[in-house]
């Protein structure tokens, strides 16, 4: 799933994305049928998306171009979200067992996917 120009990914759109994408369908099995998806965002910024299969999880992240809680009214730069993914690449090189590993970054659909680490993403949020 090629994107020209940026959209908002439903459930149903992010799994065709996770399909077209090799370096996402294969992190969970190539499996589809039995995908959990949960929103775990707070709803101000980004889509986080809690992805689970068969064979293994990843967090996919999307930025919108504007903060999501406010609307179009409030724009953001879309390269944030490269600039995140290029921080992050870089601090897991030198601290691999507490930084997530970036398994994709699409600058178009301003989206990255990396690993899910479920036990700290609980103690992130309390």
């Known amino acids: 799933m090629a994107f020209t120009e940026f959209r908002p990914l439903d459930e149903k759109l992010l799994i065709q994305y996770i399909k077209a994408t090799r370096s996402l369908s294969s992190k969970i099995g190539n499996e589809f049928d039995d995908l959990t998806i949960k929103e775990v965002g707070d709803g101000n ?23 999501r809680c406010i609307g179009e009214s409030w724009p953001m730069t879309r390269e944030r979200a490269y600039f995140e993914a290029l921080a992050l690449k870089e601090h897991r090189q030198l601290c691999p067992d507490h930084v997530p590993e970036v398994y994709h970054f699409d600058r178009n659909a301003i989206l990255g996917a990396s690993t899910y680490y479920p036990e700290e993403g609980a103690a992130c949020r309390n």
């Open 45 to 67: 910024l980004n889509f986080v998306n809690i992805v689970v299969g068969t064979s293994g999880s990843i967090v996919i992240k999307q930025a919108l171009e504007y903060i």
